[in-house]
């Protein structure tokens, strides 16, 4: 064996790989082997590599084309060999890493799993990597970003690597920057800043969109959102790369900020460029507002994109029931207005128990407005309704838990 480490071998999907043996690189129950292995595979990733999986499938067909598929930050290999053993219409498959044990390992299992001539490895810088195939008969029509932390330092040479209509998947996994627990770093990276809210998750994806609408305006490319979820400590962005200036200045168009009162819960969405450090009040409470932005303001899932998806999770039979629900609720709030409400947090101001989360969301409904689960969330609610009605719907539910609970005694 070529490893001067331990190693297992594992299935994951239709793909036999060699990986590090995790629990030798454990020191104890508290250690997290992933990190500390020579070569990065994590197994707690699978669902997410399932819903990329799906998500090639989707786009292969949504797209009308043959896939020339790129993971310039491979690992193990596993996510590559996965695409190019379970996505059809698959032509090539090329992947990298800087890293030589991870490039040996991924060589290792390419041929494991006989793929010699569909999948390519290579050892050197992402970004040397993806500028390498700029040039317009080397682009490809997939990329997968999957790195450490955070995908912001590779979006430009990806974005100049990606074929018109091409489709560019980002992992970030920096959700401290993402969600405002570190301002500076967010700006740093992102470009922009977020806000410690109780709808920061979605503020995470909105400010990485926005970050790559920007970055892709530079080029005169725009961009559509198709897919993307948070799921565990993970963002994921599935982004569609339209060339033309006008695409570049519609996307663009798509940004702005959300002001927020920590006070109240009032939350809107403004197209215009804000500076910052305004002071803006609150028209609901007079309260101090807070600010998250630039941020990418239109839709981050497409219904209908979903929709294939859904139905490629018929074909595709080892995706699990939870990635099922996963989709199902993220397609339910495709269409949902923008940010949540975590009925905790009312209740926690309003001092009053937490009722059943569908109780609310029937009672929102029954006010008169909509009213979604989110997956960000699972006490999260999407509505369009102001935070008095809101928290009107919890009242309501509440006092009606009461009075049954009273019923039955
Ligand atoms: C999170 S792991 C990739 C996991 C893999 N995509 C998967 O699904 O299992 C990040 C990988 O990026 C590699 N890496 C870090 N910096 C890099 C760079 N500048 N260029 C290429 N690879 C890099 C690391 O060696 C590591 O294998
Ligand atoms: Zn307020």
Redesign the pocket.
Known sequence: MIFDFPVDFIGEGMAKIVVPNLSAFKRGPWDYAPSKAP????PL?KP??DIAVLVLQSYGEYSHRDLRVS??????G??GIRFAKEVKGVNSVYL????ER?YRMAKYNVQLNDLEGKVFVSN????L?LSRHAALSQRFDFI?I???GSPAPYIDSAIRALRDGGMLAL?A?DLASLCGIYPKAALRKYGGLSLKTEYAREIAVRLLAGCLASIAAKHNIGVKILFSHVTKHCVRLYALIEYGARKADRSLDNMGFLIHCPKCFYREAVRDILPLNVSLRCPECSSPLKAAGPLWLREIVNKDFCAVIEKNMEIIKHVNNEIAKLISVIREEAEAPITYYVIDKICEKIKAPTPPIKEVINNIRDMGFKAFRTHFHNRGIKTDAPPSIVTEAIKRAVKCGIYNRKLTL
């Open positions: 070569v990065f595979y994590n990733m997410c590599r993971e310039p930050l491979t690992g193990c596993v996510r990298n890493d800087v890293s991870a050197e810088d992402a970004n990597f997968d999957d790195p450490f992992t996994t």
